[in-house]
Nanobody, 121 residues
Framework: QVQLVESGGGLVQPGGSLRLSCVASGSIATIHTMRWYRQAPGNQRELVAIITSSRTTNYADSVKGRFTISRDNAKKTVDLQMNSLKPEETAAYYC???????????????WGQGTQVTVSS
C-alpha cells in the first residue's frame, strides 16, 4: 500500500525554525511532483511549496525566502525547512505527491495524514 507519512511538527516560538519530513513507502514505481500544503482551523487548505522530479521549486508568496522545499529521490523523501515562523502559520501541514504505483502506468495523487505545527510563545 502506497502511503506518505509526515514527521517533524511541534511547538516553536515565533521567529523559530522547524524542519518537516515526509517519506513515501510501499510499492512505488515513480514519484513525480511533491508538495506541502497547510490548513489552519476554519481555513481552506493552501499550497505552501512544490518541487518537481527535476527539482524545480515554487513557493507561496507568503513563505518565499523563509521556507525551503527539498527532496531525496533515493530515500523517497521530501522536506520542508521553515524559518522565521509566524503565529499565523500555525496549521496542520500535509505532504502530497503524484506517484505511479508499481504495476500501474498513471500517476495517482496521495496525501499524508498531516503533522501539526504550532507557532506560539
Amino acid at each position: 500500500q502506497v502511503q506518505l507519512v509526515e514527521s517533524g511538527g511541534g511547538l516553536v516560538q515565533p521567529g523559530g525554525s522547524l524542519r518537516l519530513s515526509c517519506v513515501a513507502s510501499g510499492s512505488i514505481a515513480t514519484i513525480h511532483t511533491m508538495r506541502w500544503y497547510r490548513q489552519a482551523p476554519g481555513n481552506q487548505r493552501e499550497l505552501v511549496a512544490i518541487i518537481t522530479s527535476s527539482r524545480t521549486t515554487n513557493y507561496a508568496d507568503s513563505v518565499k525566502g523563509r521556507f525551503t522545499i527539498s527532496r531525496d529521490n533515493a530515500k523517497k523523501t521530501v522536506d520542508l525547512q521553515m524559518n522565521s515562523l509566524k503565529p499565523e502559520e500555525t496549521a496542520a501541514y500535509y505532504c502530497n505527491a503524484d506517484m505511479v504505483p508499481l504495476g500501474d502506468v498513471r500517476d495517482k495523487n496521495y496525501w499524508g495524514q498531516g503533522t501539526q505545527v504550532t507557532v506560539s510563545s
